[in-house]
């Protein structure tokens, strides 16, 4: 039971600990926005036992090492000590969306929705309900 649980643990921090696609710019394949802000985090508050950089890896190996320069370079521009974490490639999948697709579906969601149906009369004034 403890090594299903110690299994699960690890694959959790590494998840947490990875940068996914949408954390790099498209054309340039350096950190965007949110990329800083996730590699900020896991050098912030990931346990120092699990503290460790992980980078998605792209559709071809000249992008992979792109992204992983460029998070290396980061990484170096962070950190102030010499405990710098490993930087690694990983291949996986990201287990969610990022925040401009989240973004387009909601705005897609409130484009269409109906106008609401429920016509308010208010009562006339002066009179007690």
Same mark, same amino acid.
């Given at each position: 039971? +403890? +090594?299903?649980?110690?299994? %699960?643990? &690890?694959? #959790?921090?590494?998840?947490?600990? *990875?940068?996914?696609?949408?954390?790099?710019?498209?054309?340039?394949? *350096?950190?965007?926005?949110? #990329?800083? @802000?996730?590699? #900020?985090?896991?050098?912030? +508050? @990931?346990?120092?036992?699990?503290?460790?950089? !992980?980078? %998605?890896? @792209?559709?071809? *190996?000249?992008?992979? %090492?792109?992204? $992983?320069?460029?998070?290396?370079?980061?990484? =170096?521009?962070?950190?102030?000590?010499?405990?710098?974490?490993?930087?690694? $490639?990983?291949?996986?999948?990201?287990? #969610?969306?990022?925040?401009?697709?989240?973004? =387009?579906?909601? &705005?897609?969601?409130?484009?269409?929705?109906?106008?609401? &149906?429920?016509? !308010?009369?208010?009562?006339?004034? =002066? *009179?007690? =309900?």
């Amino acid at each position: 039971m +403890n +090594n299903i649980m110690d299994a %699960q643990n &690890r694959n #959790g921090w590494k998840a947490e600990s *990875t940068l996914y696609e949408y954390h790099f710019e498209e054309e340039t394949s *350096t950190l965007n926005h949110s #990329g800083r @802000a996730q590699l #900020g985090w896991i050098l912030e +508050n @990931a346990p120092a036992d699990r503290r460790a950089v !992980y980078v %998605q890896t @792209a559709d071809n *190996t000249e992008t992979s %090492q792109l992204r $992983l320069s460029a998070v290396r370079e980061a990484v =170096g521009e962070i950190v102030v000590d010499n405990n710098i974490p490993p930087v690694t $490639l990983r291949t996986d999948s990201p287990r #969610g969306r990022s925040a401009a697709e989240i973004e =387009g579906i909601q &705005r897609a969601i409130r484009a269409t929705a109906p106008e609401p &149906r429920i016509q !308010y009369t208010p009562l006339p004034s =002066g *009179t007690s =309900g």
